[in-house]
Nanobody, 124 residues
Framework: QVQLVESGGGLVQAGGSLKLSCVASGRTFSNYVMGWFRQAPGKEREFVAGITRGGTTTRYADSVKGRFTSSRDNAKNTVYLQMNSLQREDTAVYYC?????????????????WGQGTQVTVSS
């Protein structure tokens, strides 16, 4: 089992920044690809970003490319999502997820472990 705990969400004005963190425990963190997903009210959960086990490769949804950056610190069992130039459309609950994989899957069904989520609200 892998336990994931997100933090760093909050209320921010449009154009601002937030940095989310997700701390993992239970298994060897560096064995897992980490993904970030989000779910806005009334919408399905969608892929936002992902990072490979060693942190060398990242993938992003088109809607966040150039604004969001995912990174990880395997010594701290932590993955991050730096979010810049936030827009109202980024308002959602953000989840981190983990899967043992060589690449970053886009589909949520591929991921085995999920955090409880952290709310991000962007005001105009």
């Amino acid at each position: 089992q892998v336990q994931l705990v997100e933090s760093g969400g909050g209320l921010v004005q449009a154009g601002g920044s937030l940095k989310l963190s997700c701390v993992a425990s239970g298994r060897t963190f560096s064995n897992y690809v980490m993904g970030w997903f989000r779910q806005a009210p009334g919408k399905e959960r969608e892929f936002v970003a992902g990072i490979t086990r060693g942190g060398t490769t990242t993938r992003y949804a088109d809607s966040v490319k150039g604004r969001f950056t995912s990174s990880r610190d395997n010594a701290k069992n932590t993955v991050y999502l730096q979010m810049n130039s936030l827009q109202r459309e980024d308002t959602a609950v953000y989840y981190c997820a983990a899967v043992q994989s060589r690449t970053v899957p886009l589909g949520q069904s591929f991921y085995d472990y999920w955090g409880q989520g952290t709310q991000v609200t962007v005001s105009s």
